[in-house]
């Protein structure tokens, strides 16, 4: 997976908002893998928690948005309360969250879902998603 490191590539304002929402410096992190190690979701993602923290502190928005790692997470603190550095990540997560969906970015589409889907899933279970997936 190449990556440009490039002033042009790095969306400050992103990463501003990011660290404004979630209260946490990202800055620390060293990618010491320990997040990406202990995920639980870890096999369902496209970009592990690790990557997404090197990625938002080199500022590729494009990169970031195209990762599923915030939509999937847990929130289960596994990562946070084994964070070295004591990065709330799910916070970071979460501010991730939010900052697509200020820019009206929905990752669920009730009408792609089958019957099927709906009848086997549970009712908390698609309010959830409803809330963290869509503006």
């Not at 928690?49 to 929130?75: F, K, V, Y």
Request: charged fraction near 20%; proline fraction near 6%; hydrophobic fraction near 35%.
């Amino acid at each position: 997976m190449p990556l440009t490191i490039s002033s042009r590539a790095c969306d400050i304002g992103f990463q501003r908002k990011v660290r404004e929402i979630s209260g946490q410096n990202f800055g620390k992190c060293y990618q010491c893998g320990t997040c990406s190690g202990s995920c639980p979701m870890g096999e369902h993602l496209n970009a592990l928690p690790r990557q997404l923290m090197a990625l938002l502190q080199l500022g590729h928005r494009e990169r970031l948005d195209n990762a599923n790692t915030p939509w999937i997470c847990a929130s289960c603190h596994a990562c946070a309360v084994r964070c070295p550095r004591g990065i709330d990540i799910p916070r970071v997560m979460e501010a991730m969250r939010q900052v697509q969906l200020r820019d009206n970015v929905d990752k669920v589409d009730l009408s792609k879902l089958t019957p099927e889907q709906l009848a086997e899933m549970p009712q908390i279970a698609l309010v959830s998603g409803f809330r963290k997936m869509t503006s």
